[in-house]
Nanobody, 122 residues
Framework: QVELVESGGGPVQAGGSLRLSCAST????????MGWFRQAPGKERELVAA????????RYSDSVKARFIVSRDNAKKQAYLEMSKIEPEDAAVYYC???????????????WGRGTQVAVSA
Protein backbone atom coordinates (compact mmCIF):
# COMPACT_ATOMS: atom_id res chain seq x y z
CA GLN A 1 0.00 0.00 0.00
CA VAL A 2 1.39 3.37 -1.03
CA GLU A 3 1.78 5.95 1.69
CA LEU A 4 2.55 9.65 1.35
CA VAL A 5 3.60 11.52 4.47
CA GLU A 6 3.89 15.30 4.56
CA SER A 7 5.96 17.20 7.09
CA GLY A 8 7.26 20.70 7.68
CA GLY A 9 4.04 22.57 8.27
CA GLY A 10 3.39 24.74 11.29
CA PRO A 11 2.94 28.35 12.35
CA VAL A 12 4.75 31.03 10.37
CA GLN A 13 4.65 34.80 10.26
CA ALA A 14 3.56 36.57 7.12
CA GLY A 15 6.63 37.23 5.01
CA GLY A 16 8.40 34.18 6.38
CA SER A 17 9.38 30.86 4.82
CA LEU A 18 8.65 27.17 5.25
CA ARG A 19 9.83 24.00 3.56
CA LEU A 20 7.33 21.18 3.20
CA SER A 21 8.44 17.63 2.50
CA CYS A 22 6.54 14.65 1.18
CA ALA A 23 7.92 11.14 1.58
CA SER A 24 6.51 8.42 -0.65
CA THR A 25 6.62 4.64 -0.42
CA UNK A 26 5.41 4.18 -4.01
CA UNK A 27 7.46 1.76 -6.12
CA UNK A 28 6.64 3.92 -9.15
CA UNK A 29 7.72 7.20 -7.56
CA UNK A 30 10.59 7.62 -10.03
CA UNK A 31 8.14 7.77 -12.94
CA UNK A 32 5.22 9.54 -11.23
CA UNK A 33 4.44 13.21 -11.14
CA MET A 34 4.15 14.85 -7.74
CA GLY A 35 1.84 17.66 -6.79
CA TRP A 36 1.20 19.94 -3.85
CA PHE A 37 -2.37 20.89 -3.14
CA ARG A 38 -3.93 23.01 -0.44
CA GLN A 39 -7.33 23.47 1.10
CA ALA A 40 -8.31 26.42 3.23
CA PRO A 41 -11.45 26.39 5.40
CA GLY A 42 -14.55 26.84 3.29
CA LYS A 43 -12.64 26.55 0.03
CA GLU A 44 -12.07 23.79 -2.48
CA ARG A 45 -8.80 21.96 -2.68
CA GLU A 46 -6.53 23.54 -5.28
CA LEU A 47 -3.37 22.54 -7.06
CA VAL A 48 -0.47 24.72 -5.93
CA ALA A 49 2.46 23.15 -7.76
CA ALA A 50 3.24 20.08 -9.81
CA UNK A 51 6.46 18.51 -11.03
CA UNK A 52 6.96 15.65 -13.43
CA UNK A 53 9.31 12.72 -12.92
CA UNK A 54 12.27 14.33 -14.72
CA UNK A 55 11.71 17.73 -13.08
CA UNK A 56 11.60 19.31 -16.52
CA UNK A 57 7.88 20.03 -16.45
CA UNK A 58 6.69 22.22 -13.61
CA ARG A 59 3.47 24.10 -13.06
CA TYR A 60 2.46 26.64 -10.42
CA SER A 61 -0.82 28.28 -9.61
CA ASP A 62 -0.80 32.00 -10.27
CA SER A 63 -1.21 32.73 -6.58
CA VAL A 64 2.15 31.19 -5.64
CA LYS A 65 4.20 31.73 -8.76
CA ALA A 66 7.55 33.43 -7.98
CA ARG A 67 7.13 32.68 -4.26
CA PHE A 68 7.05 28.87 -4.05
CA ILE A 69 9.44 26.35 -5.56
CA VAL A 70 8.63 22.67 -6.06
CA SER A 71 11.37 20.07 -6.34
CA ARG A 72 11.97 16.37 -5.86
CA ASP A 73 14.68 13.89 -5.03
CA ASN A 74 13.95 10.61 -6.79
CA ALA A 75 16.67 8.75 -4.94
CA LYS A 76 15.06 9.66 -1.62
CA LYS A 77 11.50 9.34 -2.95
CA GLN A 78 10.70 12.79 -1.64
CA ALA A 79 9.09 15.93 -2.99
CA TYR A 80 9.47 19.40 -1.55
CA LEU A 81 7.71 22.72 -1.54
CA GLU A 82 9.82 25.73 -0.64
CA MET A 83 7.47 28.49 0.47
CA SER A 84 8.74 32.04 0.74
CA LYS A 85 7.17 35.46 1.19
CA ILE A 86 4.27 33.67 2.80
CA GLU A 87 0.99 35.54 2.83
CA PRO A 88 -2.04 35.15 5.11
CA GLU A 89 -3.91 33.71 2.11
CA ASP A 90 -1.44 30.80 2.07
CA ALA A 91 -2.86 29.42 5.33
CA ALA A 92 -4.30 25.98 4.59
CA VAL A 93 -3.79 22.27 4.93
CA TYR A 94 -1.20 21.26 2.37
CA TYR A 95 -1.42 17.84 0.76
CA CYS A 96 0.93 16.06 -1.57
CA UNK A 97 -0.37 13.86 -4.33
CA UNK A 98 1.23 11.35 -6.68
CA UNK A 99 0.20 10.01 -10.05
CA UNK A 100 0.52 10.52 -13.75
CA UNK A 101 0.92 14.13 -14.87
CA UNK A 102 -2.35 14.24 -16.78
CA UNK A 103 -4.51 13.16 -13.87
CA UNK A 104 -2.50 14.95 -11.21
CA UNK A 105 -2.99 18.38 -12.76
CA UNK A 106 -6.72 17.78 -12.87
CA UNK A 107 -6.69 17.35 -9.12
CA UNK A 108 -7.17 13.61 -8.95
CA UNK A 109 -3.86 11.95 -8.15
CA UNK A 110 -3.68 8.23 -7.51
CA UNK A 111 -2.39 8.73 -3.99
CA TRP A 112 -2.88 11.41 -1.35
CA GLY A 113 -1.06 12.28 1.82
CA ARG A 114 -2.92 13.20 4.99
CA GLY A 115 -1.83 16.79 4.92
CA THR A 116 0.19 19.22 6.99
CA GLN A 117 -1.22 22.44 8.40
CA VAL A 118 0.30 25.83 7.59
CA ALA A 119 -0.93 28.61 9.87
CA VAL A 120 0.01 32.19 9.02
CA SER A 121 0.04 35.03 11.51
CA ALA A 122 0.09 38.66 10.48
Amino acid sequence: QVELVESGGGPVQAGGSLRLSCASTSPSFYFDAMGWFRQAPGKERELVAAINWKSDLIRYSDSVKARFIVSRDNAKKQAYLEMSKIEPEDAAVYYCGEGTWDILITGTPDYWGRGTQVAVSA
